[in-house]
T-cell receptor, first 106, second 116 residues
Framework: GENVGLHLPTLSVQEGDNSIINCAYSNSASDYFIWYKQESGKGPQFIIDIRSNMDKRQGQRVTVLLNKTVKHLSLQIAATQPGDSAVYFCAEGLTFGKGTLLTVNP | KAGVTQTPRYLIKTRGQQVTLSCSPISGHRSVSWYQQTPGQGLQFLFEYFSETQRNKGNFPGRFSGRQFSNSRSEMNVSTLELGDSALYLC???????????????FGPGTRLTVL
């Protein structure tokens, strides 16, 4: 499959655990943030987004938290499953982070 | 509903050649964005087209160009290929464009371009 990033930060969790993936952004004026999931050999898949006027947004098993004070974004995945194994990256407008490789151990 | 399709999936070219990649968006989507993904730089925005007009452009040289047709299909062209252009080129479609909140972008599988 595609190796979308060399020397990516990695997170390894056990199936059923909760996962937290972090992202720092640089532009304090950024208004819109998105989390994507990219599985090997596939294009990115939209997970969840959030506007800067919100601190938290929840989806199905995922929650995005935005801390504008420290310019930090996090993605929480509840009850992580093997199918969640992928590279996750955040986007600040049209600027994308390098990603975090999440590996879920059965 | 068919997803975003990109052709070809794999391409090998030599330096100095040019290449044209094609993207067919999801039916009804009017926005198509193009991205370059490399291990070193990650995912970088190239440009966005909406209703046949380029609406946003990333920081890439003029060798990278694109266009959109009346049926929303889009092509991107890279002229005078360089080794550093080797990458996965992704396109994404959406109803209203990347900047519209809660307006999901759907990515295609990408075209893997190798420049020798």
């Amino acid at each position: 499959g595609e190796n979308v990033g060399l020397h990516l930060p990695t997170l390894s969790v056990q199936e059923g655990d909760n996962s937290i993936i972090n992202c720092a952004y640089s532009n304090s004026a950024s208004d819109y943030f998105i989390w994507y999931k990219q599985e090997s050999g596939k294009g990115p898949q939209f997970i969840i987004d959030i506007r800067s006027n919100m601190d938290k947004r929840q989806g199905q098993r995922v929650t995005v938290l935005l801390n504008k004070t420290v310019k930090h974004l996090s993605l929480q995945i509840a009850a992580t499953q093997p199918g969640d194994s992928a590279v996750y990256f955040c986007a600040e407008g049209l600027t994308f982070g390098k990603g975090t490789l999440l590996t879920v151990n059965p | 509903k068919a997803g975003v399709t990109q052709t070809p999936r794999y391409l090998i070219k030599t330096r100095g050649q040019q290449v044209t990649l094609s993207c067919s968006p999801i039916s009804g989507h009017r926005s198509v964005s193009w991205y370059q993904q490399t291990p070193g730089q990650g995912l970088q925005f190239l440009f966005e087209y909406f209703s046949e007009t380029q609406r946003n452009k990333g920081n890439f040289p003029g060798r990278f160009s694109g266009r959109q047709f009346s049926n929303s299909r889009s092509e991107m062209n890279v002229s005078t290929l360089e080794l550093g252009d080797s990458a996965l080129y992704l396109c994404a479609s959406s109803l209203a464009g990347w900047a519209v909140a809660y307006n999901e972008q759907f990515f295609g599988p990408g075209t893997r371009l190798t420049v020798l």
